[in-house]
């Protein structure tokens, strides 16, 4: 049974959730469940109508007879601070099959009439109607409504704009009304005259818990750390506004997942900006969702000819996404987002639960985007007379990491990507690019890269040109290219980067020992030569025991001169064109 109080829209406590049972109730509005106590109070109201008498219904949404019942809120502008007019009721369990759940709205009034403008007599209706009845449609075959009942602010009239309304035209023989005191009515309908349960909450409208209408967080541009608490309880209201479900949470939920997501749009005021989440409390089992979205889009929604608030998100860009749990991950992080407007979402497993956490923004630096060299080159034995076999990509047997972290390269970049595929579709092989001084002694700086199927040198992030990060704009080097079985080449002269034209090693007059260091694969054109399958500069037959060792053999090789895949015979033809070859001292 409900007990009467008076609850404030600011009083929510998650800890006040319990769920509210009525059994078969009749319909009548004599025997009305009060909505007080539920109202803005996590309190889930189930109604069993299985045994209810089924009526044909009031102004309906097209129905056969069905079975309902009915709620009423008592003076609603007393009983609720800075209450707005608003309904929400938001279902938490229909009956199967789905249907469409309606509520009609009455008003009944208490207070003092005028007969023939003489003789005050007391008014007390209490199930009549007063002129108030309209009927909302709540369609769960909208996906975007979320299985939402909306009547917008201002819906339910205050006690003075009844009473102005029924003096406008006021019934027989009454020449006016003075409303004392008043009761709205709600007439729960079902679709299904069979009956079943229906579970729901109910609430004013309160924003921050859609994504039309979400919690404004407004950073300063003042250059210094900046923070913002929040918390709620993600039963504060009835609204199942949302992202997520449980197919696209960041969290592992069950399919039983239904709870709120709070929304806070974030205006970031810098061009680099650092955003941060921070969970410092949760009173929910399971985890936190937290995610930061951009190009957020609202569904175009309406409900009785007006736009329903509290919808679901039904595009959006992720920017990032974490699960977080006190005692394990508790941070979401974005680094160095442009200016513009976010929307932080956070929403748990839980049916209930109760959230704080920081919102953080720090002016960042933007990351070195690095300077870009540009060069062309060709491995001898990729080559098919056109262009290069892209083979090792094709079968996945390129690796994500840059290989040359043993000897005699001992290189130790960084360079990966995210999975196979992540590579480059047009990716060759990987290459080791140096930057030499202009005396071609010491090294400045190294990098690797991929070689694409037209001879491009690219990035990881498959973009053309390779980028560097230690060395200045405008300063010259020399080049060389190094592979893990072809014969390394280095540039003849000095060149000043960043360049716009790529530097192209198939000229021989570009490399040093000219048409020497190159392997001629068609007329002008030419290529690094294959061979060196050791990587000592010399091609030689050091290069050939290297070759028989794992011949057959099908893995990332420096034996598989030709690039694809299998070590055969084939490659030994290649290595044999090449014998003798020797790279000049710089190279090695």
């Not at 608003?86 to 009956?95: G, T």
């Not at 030499?436 to 070689?451: C, G, L, M, P």
């Not at 010259?476 to 540039?491: D, E, P, Q």
Request: proline letters at 6%; glycine letters at 8%.
């Amino acid at each position: 049974m409900l007990v009467l109080g008076t609850f404030a829209l600011n009083a929510q406590n998650c800890a006040d959730y319990q769920t509210v049972t009525l059994n078969n109730p009749p319909d009548d509005c004599s025997a009305a469940a009060d909505l007080v106590p539920a109202f803005n109070t996590c309190k889930k109201i189930c109604v069993d109508l299985t045994s209810a008498t089924a009526s044909t219904p009031a102004p309906s949404c097209g129905w056969t007879p069905h079975k309902d019942v009915w709620f009423k809120i008592h003076n609603p502008y007393t009983e609720f601070n800075n209450f707005d007019g608003s309904v929400v009721i938001a279902w938490k369990q229909l009956p199967d099959p789905a249907h469409n759940p309606t509520v009609a709205s009455y008003a009944a009034v208490q207070g003092t009439a005028i007969i023939g403008g003489f003789i005050p007599v007391g008014v007390n209706d209490v199930c009549g109607d007063q002129g108030f009845q309209p009927v909302t449609c709540a369609n769960d075959s909208i996906p975007d409504t979320g299985n939402q009942l909306i009547l917008p602010a201002g819906t339910i009239p205050t006690a003075q704009q009844i009473e102005d309304g029924i003096n406008a035209n006021p019934p027989s023989p009454l020449t006016s009304i003075s409303v004392d005191d008043y009761t709205f009515w709600f007439q729960l309908e079902n679709y299904q005259s069979t009956g079943g349960t229906i579970c729901f909450e109910v609430s004013s409208y309160q924003s921050g818990f859609s994504c039309s209408d979400p919690t404004l967080l407004a950073f300063a541009n003042t250059g210094s750390p900046q923070t913002q608490t929040i918390s709620r309880c993600l039963c504060k209201s009835a609204q199942n506004g949302g992202y997520f479900n449980a197919s696209n949470t960041p969290c592992t939920v069950g399919t039983s997942y239904n709870s709120t997501t709070a929304f806070y749009q974030i205006d970031a005021p810098y061009d680099c900006n650092n955003l941060s989440f921070d969970l410092t409390g949760w009173t929910g089992t399971g985890s936190v969702n937290a995610t930061l979205l951009s190009n957020v889009q609202c569904p175009e929604v309406t409900i009785n000819a007006q736009a329903a608030p509290g919808q679901k998100v039904t595009a959006a860009d992720v920017i990032a996404s974490e699960c977080l749990s006190i005692g394990g991950t508790t941070t979401l992080n974005a680094t160095c987002l442009p200016a513009g407007t976010y929307y932080l979402l956070i929403s748990g497993a839980d049916d209930k639960a109760a959230f704080s956490g920081n919102v953080n923004l720090l002016q960042g630096t933007p990351p070195n985007p690095g300077i870009p060299l540009l060069a062309k080159v060709v491995l001898q034995g990729a080559y098919n007379g056109a262009n290069m076999n892209t083979t090792l990509r094709t079968n996945n047997l390129l690796p994500t990491a840059q290989p040359f972290n043993t000897a005699p390269f001992n290189y130790q970049g960084t360079e990966t990507v995210a999975n196979a595929a992540a590579i480059p579709a047009n990716a060759v092989d990987w290459v080791l690019v140096e930057l030499r001084d202009d005396t071609n002694t010491n090294i400045v700086e190294r990098r690797a890269a991929f070689v694409a199927a037209n001879g491009d040198i690219i990035d990881t992030d498959g973009t053309t040109g390779v980028k560097f990060y230690t060395i200045t704009a405008g300063n010259a080097y020399n080049i060389a290219i190094r592979t893990r079985n072809h014969l390394a080449v280095v540039s003849r002269l000095v060149q000043t980067l960043p360049n716009t034209t790529a530097f192209d090693f198939t000229l021989p007059a570009n490399i040093q020992a000219g048409a020497n260091q190159l392997a001629e694969i068609n007329a002008n054109t030419y290529a690094l030569k294959a061979g060196d399958i050791n990587a000592d500069g010399v091609i030689n037959y050091a290069d050939f025991n290297a070759y028989i060792s794992p011949q057959g053999s099908t893995t990332y090789n420096p034996a598989d001169l030709n690039l694809n895949g299998n070590i055969t015979i084939a490659d030994f033809d290649l290595f044999r064109q090449n014998v003798s070859a020797i790279a000049v001292p710089a190279v090695r």
